[in-house]
């Protein structure tokens, strides 16, 4: 069965950097389209960014565009997001998702993606 589970979250002071990481397990990603997303207290998860995992392709919400970057490393089944430049309003619950059966891209919604990740806090002190 499909595990991801993701890795890297922290308290960094803002405009400070961190990598997260999703490492998969129990599948075949070739096919996937891997995100992430994030979720503050009290506000609905929302979009970050997504990562065709055959071809690298990516897409980014505009609040991230120029300061994370999303990539994969095919051989370790291992995607990540190295954000810098980080902002008090990026704190959050990050969470990897899978999306084993693309049928939009770029897949920017929820329930565009099958398997989730447990989370990882995020916290960006002013």
């Known amino acids: 069965q499909v595990q991801l589970v993701e890795s890297g979250g922290g308290l960094v002071q803002a405009g400070g950097s961190l990598r997260l990481s999703c490492a998969a397990s129990g599948g075949t990603f070739s096919n996937y389209i891997m995100g992430w997303f994030r979720q503050a207290p009290g506000k609905e998860r929302e979009f970050v960014a997504t990562?065709?995992?055959?071809?690298?392709?990516?897409y980014y919400a505009e609040s991230v565009k120029g300061r994370f970057t999303i990539s994969r490393d095919n051989a370790k089944n291992t995607v990540y997001l190295q954000m810098n430049s980080l902002k008090p309003e990026d704190t959050a619950v990050y969470y990897c998702?899978?999306?084993?059966?693309?049928?939009?891209?770029?897949?920017?919604?929820?329930?565009?993606?099958?398997?989730w990740g447990q989370g990882t806090q995020v916290t960006v002190s002013s």
């Open positions: 998702a899978g999306d084993k059966t693309p049928s939009r891209w770029p897949a920017l919604r929820v329930d565009d993606y099958d398997y």
């Open positions: 990562v065709t995992w055959t071809l690298g392709s990516t």
